[in-house]
């Protein structure tokens, strides 16, 4: 088993940053595969960013080059770092970890992109 807990959202303005955190306890394995997704109202939940043991990231287009996923494994905290926030960027955002074909996700953490 494996528990995720997000922090890090709030409200902040069009072209400023947040860093998000996803604190990870229990077993972590390193065929896992960490990432962030969100959910903005009335849409479906949609990737962000996912990353690798090995150091493999993949981006959604619309945050590429904005948005940087990391991990500090002696931590146990995966990271999203996002610059120049748009409206369009405000959802919850969740922590996902992707092991042997079986989701786990945290409670999310709410951005707000606004002026």
């Known amino acids: 088993q494996v528990q995720l807990v997000e922090s890090g959202g709030g409200l902040v303005q069009p072209g400023g940053s947040l860093r998000l955190f996803c604190a990870i306890s229990?077993?972590?394995?390193?065929?896992?595969?960490m990432g962030w997704y969100r959910q903005a109202p009335g849409k479906q939940r949609e990737l962000v960013a996912t990353l690798t043991s090995g150091g493999r990231t993949n981006y959604a287009d619309s945050v590429k080059g904005r948005f940087t996923i990391s991990r500090d494994n002696a931590k146990r905290t995966v990271y999203l770092q996002m610059n120049s926030l748009k409206p369009e960027d405000t959802a919850v955002y969740y922590c996902?970890?992707?092991?042997?074909?079986?989701?786990?996700w945290g409670q999310g953490t709410q951005v707000t992109v606004s002026s």
């Open positions: 996902n970890v992707e092991r042997w074909g079986i989701d786990y």
């Open positions: 229990g077993t972590i394995f390193s065929s896992d595969v």
